[in-house]
């Protein structure tokens, strides 16, 4: 974990910043008075958006798969 100051962060946020595209280090905890108030991190981050879908074509749904959703409803109490 690599920590820096506020002032540190203030005025090195450039070399900050090449730290972490560079992956030397994977996140900066900025620090007031030694205690950590914030992160730094890349924002490359996997976007959420795309896990959508990522297993489609892998499964492959039995035909009977409602078959029994009467019987499972009836003993939720509901009714379909």
Known sequence: ????NIFQAKTELSK???????KSQESIVIARN????????PANQPD???????ARGLFTAPD?????????????GTAL
């Open 1 to 4: 974990m690599y920590q820096v």
């Open 16 to 22: 900050l910043i090449a730290m972490l595209e560079d």
């Open 64 to 76: 009977n798969l409602d078959e029994d959703n009467e019987t499972i409803a009836a003993l939720f």
């Open 34 to 41: 030694g205690k950590p108030v914030a992160r730094l991190m």
């Open 48 to 54: 959420i958006r795309q896990r959508i879908g990522v």
